[in-house]
Protein backbone atom coordinates (compact mmCIF):
# COMPACT_ATOMS: atom_id res chain seq x y z
CA UNK A 1 0.00 0.00 0.00
CA UNK A 2 0.76 3.81 -0.90
CA UNK A 3 -0.07 6.49 1.56
CA UNK A 4 0.16 9.84 0.54
CA UNK A 5 -0.36 12.33 3.37
CA UNK A 6 -2.19 16.47 2.93
CA UNK A 7 -3.42 19.30 5.16
CA UNK A 8 -0.22 20.33 6.89
CA UNK A 9 0.23 24.24 6.79
CA UNK A 10 0.56 27.25 9.03
CA UNK A 11 -1.66 28.01 11.86
CA UNK A 12 -2.18 30.39 14.63
CA UNK A 13 -2.28 29.13 18.04
CA UNK A 14 -5.82 27.51 18.78
CA UNK A 15 -6.69 27.05 15.40
CA UNK A 16 -7.77 23.64 13.83
CA UNK A 17 -6.39 21.85 10.43
CA UNK A 18 -7.40 18.78 9.23
CA UNK A 19 -4.83 15.78 7.94
CA UNK A 20 -5.55 13.52 5.31
CA UNK A 21 -3.99 10.17 4.79
CA UNK A 22 -5.25 8.82 1.13
CA UNK A 23 -3.72 4.97 0.28
CA UNK A 24 -3.48 3.36 -2.72
CA UNK A 25 -4.16 -0.50 -3.06
CA UNK A 26 -7.19 -2.77 -2.12
CA UNK A 27 -6.17 -3.92 1.09
CA UNK A 28 -6.60 -0.36 2.57
CA UNK A 29 -9.66 -1.86 5.10
CA UNK A 30 -6.90 -4.59 6.55
CA UNK A 31 -4.37 -1.83 8.04
CA UNK A 32 -4.02 -0.02 11.10
CA UNK A 33 -3.36 3.57 10.05
CA UNK A 34 -1.11 5.54 12.62
CA UNK A 35 -0.03 9.14 12.76
CA UNK A 36 3.58 10.06 14.11
CA UNK A 37 5.19 13.42 13.93
CA UNK A 38 8.67 14.49 14.34
CA UNK A 39 9.70 17.85 15.48
CA UNK A 40 13.24 19.18 14.34
CA UNK A 41 16.04 18.01 16.76
CA UNK A 42 13.58 15.69 18.34
CA UNK A 43 12.65 11.73 18.08
CA UNK A 44 10.03 10.88 16.56
CA UNK A 45 6.63 10.31 18.58
CA UNK A 46 3.35 8.61 18.29
CA UNK A 47 0.52 10.95 17.91
CA UNK A 48 -2.70 8.36 17.06
CA UNK A 49 -4.29 5.46 15.53
CA UNK A 50 -7.26 3.70 14.52
CA UNK A 51 -8.14 0.21 13.90
CA UNK A 52 -8.70 -1.66 10.27
CA UNK A 53 -12.44 -1.38 10.91
CA UNK A 54 -12.62 2.24 12.27
CA UNK A 55 -14.41 0.83 16.02
CA UNK A 56 -10.86 1.48 18.01
CA UNK A 57 -8.94 4.40 18.31
CA UNK A 58 -6.06 5.43 20.50
CA UNK A 59 -4.14 8.98 21.89
CA UNK A 60 -1.06 10.41 22.93
CA UNK A 61 -2.00 11.86 25.50
CA UNK A 62 -0.88 15.46 25.15
CA UNK A 63 -3.45 15.19 21.97
CA UNK A 64 -6.55 13.75 24.13
CA UNK A 65 -9.15 15.80 23.49
CA UNK A 66 -8.08 17.98 20.97
CA UNK A 67 -7.63 15.36 17.84
CA UNK A 68 -9.99 13.16 16.47
CA UNK A 69 -8.80 10.26 14.12
CA UNK A 70 -10.75 8.59 11.57
CA UNK A 71 -11.43 6.43 8.74
CA UNK A 72 -13.72 6.18 5.18
CA UNK A 73 -12.44 2.66 4.22
CA UNK A 74 -14.72 3.54 1.17
CA UNK A 75 -12.32 6.21 -0.12
CA UNK A 76 -9.06 4.82 1.50
CA UNK A 77 -8.56 7.48 3.44
CA UNK A 78 -7.63 8.38 7.40
CA UNK A 79 -7.70 11.68 8.65
CA UNK A 80 -6.52 13.59 11.58
CA UNK A 81 -8.76 16.43 12.76
CA UNK A 82 -6.76 18.61 15.13
CA UNK A 83 -7.90 21.53 17.17
CA UNK A 84 -6.99 23.81 20.05
CA UNK A 85 -3.22 23.37 18.09
CA UNK A 86 -0.37 24.98 19.98
CA UNK A 87 3.00 25.64 19.00
CA UNK A 88 4.11 22.47 20.97
CA UNK A 89 2.14 20.63 18.03
CA UNK A 90 4.51 22.01 15.47
CA UNK A 91 6.03 18.91 13.59
CA UNK A 92 6.63 16.83 10.43
CA UNK A 93 3.15 14.36 10.49
CA UNK A 94 3.26 11.11 8.78
CA UNK A 95 0.67 8.47 8.43
CA UNK A 96 1.77 4.95 8.59
CA UNK A 97 0.04 1.28 7.66
CA UNK A 98 0.63 -1.46 10.04
CA UNK A 99 -1.28 -4.78 8.89
CA UNK A 100 -3.69 -6.08 10.43
CA UNK A 101 -2.99 -4.32 13.66
CA UNK A 102 -3.65 -1.29 15.73
CA UNK A 103 -0.34 -0.27 17.31
CA UNK A 104 1.42 2.99 18.97
CA UNK A 105 5.03 1.86 18.09
CA UNK A 106 6.26 2.92 14.97
CA UNK A 107 8.41 0.37 13.84
CA UNK A 108 5.33 -1.96 13.59
CA UNK A 109 4.20 -0.05 10.47
CA UNK A 110 5.10 -1.25 7.12
CA UNK A 111 4.12 1.41 5.06
CA UNK A 112 4.73 5.42 5.27
CA UNK A 113 3.62 8.59 3.60
CA UNK A 114 5.75 11.41 2.85
CA UNK A 115 4.93 13.55 5.84
CA UNK A 116 3.09 16.65 5.58
CA UNK A 117 4.38 19.85 8.10
CA UNK A 118 2.14 21.88 10.86
CA UNK A 119 3.24 24.84 12.12
CA UNK A 120 1.39 26.53 14.82
CA UNK A 121 2.16 30.16 15.72
CA UNK A 122 2.21 31.58 18.95
Known amino acids: VQLQAFGGGLVQAGGSLRLSCVASGRTFSSYGIGWFRQAPGKEREFVAV????????LYEDSVKGRFTISRDNAKNTVYLQMNRLKPEDTAVYYCAAAWNRMSSMWYTHDYWGQGTEVTVSS
Open 50 to 57: ISSSGDST
